[in-house]
């Protein structure tokens, strides 16, 4: 493989050319015309697939149901709810014209659809008969991104899931946002291998219009804070202004409560970050397009078929075993590219087969993230294959727990504080709970609050800012 | 269930205003705040998914996968095709603002995504060794529309899927066109029940851009005829302004050959006018979201108990052989709404479960369709209901077909033919192949030719306008 073809900068080096390059390369996805947007290749779409397959299924365990919502909201009910509108407002793109013709309220395409289901959602509710009301939507969001963009981080427009349901008590609706939650972790630990800190987010980092906002939140090579995905209770704040009310049992009127939540294809962005490198990706088995590559190796014309003939046969017991594998039998490439071929591409296992493998009754199996080498008997093949994969969805969520353990640091003392943040670490801190202190880290290190988690205590030492008695520990970190 | 619950005109009667009351009163779709567009709600969106899914297996099972392209093409991008972009500007949505910035090159909200996924394909494509490219889209396209509304057929944005390939050969790209559309015929036949004819639409009917497009056309029983799916081989008419080439195995750089195709949610509105009846929707039993619904009928509470019992224990046996089963046992109506309800929302199978049944040891099955009863022994209940879904789904394509073969008529003489579309045919007629007869037809009637069927032969009849020698017949009618 030349060059220009294989990742030519080190992860540890520039870790942001690295990343455009793994993205590009992989061919995971490519830059559209307009700035800011991409296209997903279908390698990169596929895995998408697995994710969306996977939060689609837990969706529907847990009795919620797909609806379809246009991408046009008219600015008048946008701005139905004033912090909400004033929150999006300056990313908004704007539908003037339809044709020739101009329209008069113009309309946005959505930066997010809470205004645009609840105003069907007050339509359709009647009684407690139609509550609990639990639906999502696999679309995309538009947000017009002025700072520099990035492939799955940072894009104008991006695929994701919105859900919005409606209950007839708060505990009920509270109760959700916490199962929402659950179900994104755990589909972000055992699917993506990616462990997260789950929590509150500050007011200040709220959901523009919600009571609060629960969040899970990562830590990258780079040091960055990742926001994962969060799931907001927004109380009545959106079904007093868009009327979604209902009678209840007494037969008395009722605002509903209320949650929404989402994740999008930035989860891509962090499987990408968190477990590739020098080499290109490395997907977690769970959700790779091709988990299992089998790669034929031969010079002469009669062991070709040998080796092909018994390489087409693997692969067909294998696909019958439901994994997901691929025979390259490409003529035209010699087996050294094709290995650096796969390796960028992150398949989790390679499978050598060659005249002696053949002779001996054996293949070698070559892990993607450990690079070792073993080999497995023909008896041995299936057995092996799926053992090592889950072996390595494993390890990577293992090593990546490692990771953020290290990432992470306890501390009381300003002074510190800084030089940690500056390393790019994920502090915990004790905080007094007010916006200021919050305000003056962000413009003294760039740090955030990133979430407050669910299993902090009250710190005994006073807030690292002012000194003031600490309501709560928060982890602070420079955030994407 | 109240008149206002219910559906209060008979198709046969007010057909326009039957299908409206269907579509909102069945809970499928309803009105967004913007004219022209409407939301799916969960029990239309589900139908969206099989369907979805159907199509996914078989174009994967053909080689193909899945992307993802923005919504946003540049206007200078869109306009690179001539012809195309003059086919689509009068009813392109133009975004012109982000926040308060206004765009240079102002973007276009897609009607359709040849000219971007060709401008990428460009791009990916250097040699022979990356064709056949095979990429399909689900995504939706937006179009104004200008004249009246209805939905699933004739809204500002709808739900589709567009494939766009790639091929060496002019061969291979044609025989592709066929492989999609006997796809789309399969799916529509064997899933949704509706039978279609399949042929090439004429130059003037055709896709703006295409070199032809073939397309399945049926007829609605209004007499309207729909256009269910198109397939276009695009010859080389996009590969040339958007440099979509490829290094032959000779090293020389050629053009290659595409094709693109689509069906939308239209489908789902072609469903509701075949098989629907003055009750409601009737739903094919492979795309229902709902394919039994079991009602369990007591009036006092010791038989509650005991039928609720049996009626759960039935549920979770079908559940176990993958049926799509639902045990209402809401408490705040009686059986006789619950009838109507499920009735309107076109659930194919009814199981009434009572004291009397269960003390016969049986069941009453009540098929949506027909409407008639026969009795299940419990140890007959599973089997029985798998074979009446069969049943089902047979009958309703068949019903369909003899509609379809009724409202076909072959027509040589023009007074006739005038007759024949006023009553709403198809008519299959002489034609000799100039536009301008088709034009004059147009004009006189209002039909337009649907399709040239692939199985039709010359016709020894004169073209039916200008009784010039005729070259093939055609199918005539006025259409959606």
């Known amino acids: 493989m030349s060059k220009e073809i294989g990742i030519t900068v080190k992860k540890s080096e520039d870790f942001s050319e690295w990343y455009t390059q793994v993205v590009i390369k992989a061919q995971l996805t490519d830059y559209a015309p307009v700035k800011g947007l991409i296209v997903l290749r279908p390698y990169g779409y596929s895995i998408w697939e697995f994710l969306k397959s996977s939060i689609d299924q837990k969706l529907k365990a847990t009795g919620h149901e797909n609806g379809f919502l246009p991408v046009l909201i008219p600015e008048s009910l946008l701005s139905k709810e004033t912090t909400h509108f004033a929150g999006f407002t300056p990313e908004v793109f704007w539908v003037t014209h339809s044709g020739d013709t101009e329209i008069g309220d113009r309309l946005a395409l959505r930066p997010t659809s809470e205004t645009l289901a609840y105003s069907m959602y007050s339509k359709w509710i009647k009684s407690w008969r139609d509550l609990p009301l639990k639906i999502n939507f696999w679309n995309t969001a538009l947000r017009a991104e002025i700072k520099s963009t990035k492939p799955f981080l940072r894009t104008s427009e991006f695929l994701w899931q919105e859900g919005h349901t409606v209950h007839t008590t708060k505990e009920e609706a509270e109760e959700e946002v916490m199962t929402i939650l659950d179900i994104y972790r755990k589909t972000v630990e055992e699917e993506l291998a990616i462990p997260v800190i789950v929590g509150k987010k500050s007011e200040k980092e709220k959901f523009v219009g919600a009571v609060y906002t629960t969040t899970m939140e990562s830590i990258m090579p780079d040091g960055k804070a990742l926001q994962m995905g969060t799931s907001h209770f927004l109380g009545q704040n959106f079904s007093k202004p868009f009327d979604v009310k209902f009678l209840d049992k007494q037969n008395v009127e009722t605002f509903a409560w209320q949650t929404s939540w989402g994740v999008s294809w930035r989860l891509?962005?962090?499987?990408?970050?968190?477990?590739?490198?020098?080499?290109?990706?490395?997907?977690?088995?769970?959700?790779?397009?091709?988990?299992?590559?089998?790669?034929?190796?031969?010079?002469?014309?009669?062991?070709?078929?040998?080796?092909?003939?018994?390489?087409?046969?693997?692969?067909?017991?294998?696909?019958?075993?439901?994994?997901?594998?691929?025979?390259?039998?490409?003529?035209?490439?010699?087996?050294?590219?094709?290995?650096?071929?796969?390796?960028?591409?992150?398949v989790p296992l390679r499978v050598e087969i060659g005249p002696k493998d053949l002779a001996k009754s054996k293949v070698v199996l070559v892990r993607r993230d450990s690079l070792k080498k073993s080999d497995r008997s023909f008896d041995q093949i299936e057995d092996g294959i799926v053992k090592a994969l889950d072996e390595i969805q494993a390890d990577l969520y293992e090593k990546a727990k490692k990771i953020l353990s290290e990432r992470t640091k306890n501390i009381v003392n300003l002074d510190q504080f800084k030089k940690e943040i500056e390393k790019g670490m994920f502090v915990y801190s004790p905080w007094c709970g007010d916006q200021k202190c919050e305000e003056t880290i962000k413009e003294d290190t760039g740090a955030d609050i990133r979430v407050i988690p669910f299993d902090v205590k009250v710190s005994n030492a006073p807030c690292i800012v002012c000194g003031s008695p600490s309501k709560t520990e928060a982890v602070f970190a420079r955030g994407y």
Chains 1, 2 share one sequence.
Not at 283 to 290: K, N, T
């Open 268 to 346: 891509i962005g962090a499987l990408i970050m968190v477990h590739g490198d020098d080499k290109g990706l490395v997907l977690p088995p769970r959700v790779a397009p091709i988990q299992a590559v089998i790669v034929p190796i031969y010079s002469s014309d009669s062991d070709k078929d040998a080796v092909l003939k018994k390489a087409n046969e693997i692969g067909s017991s294998l696909s019958q075993r439901n994994l997901r594998v691929h025979v390259d039998s490409r003529n035209e490439f010699t087996p050294g590219y094709k290995f650096n071929d796969w390796e960028m591409k992150g």
